[in-house]
């Protein structure tokens, strides 16, 4: 499950009580038949329509909400590991509602999530926005995310969260100048100020990262953490939003080799490698990128198997997907996808995914990005 790859940009809020009843009864009767419930539709329907007419809202069951966060990934256009969409586990954390709460359930699922290594798909689902609750949010990206020092003539660490070093730097974090130092959580309730959390150091775990054939790979003192939770996106079923349910899968390896420490504006170890691997790196002719990508996403998936966490490598990935495709279509559903994002950025041409062309709609329920502006 390529978690980095799953959030498009939300379509509008419903706003008036009549969509919202049209968008929660679409959502029932599909979530009932497809949970073998049919004879129970109807009488849901009327309660979602007398709660909306009265209170204007309603309140998913445990059954909803399980399914919905389910389906949701089901209908990631951008996902190439659905196969595994009825395997997530659906922690309901709806009665959290302080900073404090919120970061003991978070520090729970990475804990739950990791589960030792054999990394389990999971998703915590804080309070839906109501406009008479506490909006709760968590400014993270990513639950672990590494810090990216902006030193005056480069940036220590990762780049992609610089911003957000510097407002825990704001904060009074500090840390320890390395290029893998851990973000501490900034979670927000309502419009109180952000509270900062550090993370366990326990409960993170981190793969070094060696070579099976280069003892001097270890030596540019490399690492990723096991486990990619995104924080930062709008999980919608039925027309409520829920602006806090971080959820994971596994690491697809070119998600950490091609991009996370590849691209050059993140980590950017591709010409250090080629380098040292001995290819000419003056000239582009010499393919010496392609060749160092191989020897950096080699390194990660030996790694991650060398230590004993759960990752899949881009062909089997691709694999995993075409069988998705077949039982989606043995289930009378459509496959919808974003063909662009679905590729994977190595060897492309040699996944079927390359060769099909995908309908791109946007089906709910789903994930979506939200305002990514970080606290004042």
């Not at 480069?154 to 610089?162: F, L, R, S």
């Not at 080799?257 to 002719?285: A, V």
Request: hydrophobic share 35%; aromatic share 10%; net charge negative.
């Amino acid at each position: 499950m390529t978690t980095e790859q799953l959030v498009v940009n939300a379509p509008q809020p419903k706003t008036g009580r009549q969509e919202r009843y049209e968008a929660a009864a679409e959502f029932v009767r599909q979530c009932y038949s497809e949970c073998g419930r049919d004879a129970a539709i109807d009488d849901r329907i009327t309660d979602v329509w007398h709660a909306i007419g009265q209170t204007g809202r309603y309140t998913h069951t445990p059954m909803e909400l399980a399914h919905g966060a389910k389906m949701a990934w089901r209908n990631s256009n951008r996902c190439i590991g659905r196969h595994f969409w009825d395997r997530l586990r659906v922690r309901d954390c709806r009665d959290a509602t302080t900073p404090t709460a919120v970061y003991e359930a978070l520090v729970d699922h990475i804990t739950a999530a990791t589960n030792g290594g054999n990394i389990r798909p999971t998703i915590s689902v804080f309070p839906a926005a109501m406009q008479d609750s506490p909006r709760v949010r968590i400014w993270n990206t990513q639950l672990i995310r590494y810090a990216g020092y902006d030193t005056g003539t480069g940036i220590v660490g990762d780049p992609d969260t610089a911003a957000l070093t510097r407002y825990c730097q704001s904060r009074g974090w500090v840390g320890e100048g390395t290029p893998f130092d851990l973000l501490p959580l900034v979670i927000q309730v309502g419009d109180r100020e952000p509270e900062l959390f550090e993370l366990p150091e326990e409960t993170v775990v981190e793969v070094p990262l060696s070579h099976p054939e280069h003892e001097w790979f270890a030596d540019l003192e490399l690492q990723w953490y096991a486990v990619p939770i995104v924080s930062d996106m709008i999980l919608e079923i039925g027309g409520l939003r829920y602006p806090a349910a971080p959820f994971n899968g596994w690491y697809m390896g070119t998600e950490i080799g091609s991009r996370d420490l590849g691209d050059r504006d993140r980590y950017d170890k591709l010409p250090e490698i080629g380098e040292r691997l001995g290819f000419e790196t003056t000239t582009d002719r010499s393919l010496w990128k392609d060749r160092a990508l191989t020897a950096l996403n080699r390194a990660v998936l030996h790694s991650f198997d060398r230590h004993g966490v759960r990752i899949v490598d881009h062909h089997t990935a691709a694999d995993q997907f075409e069988r998705f495709e077949h039982e989606e279509r043995a289930a009378g559903r459509s496959v919808t996808g974003d063909r662009s994002w679905l590729l994977p950025p190595n060897a492309s041409s040699t996944t079927h995914v390359f060769h099909t062309e995908y309908d791109e709609t946007v089906r709910t329920p789903n994930f979506f990005y939200r305002d990514a502006s970080l606290p004042n």
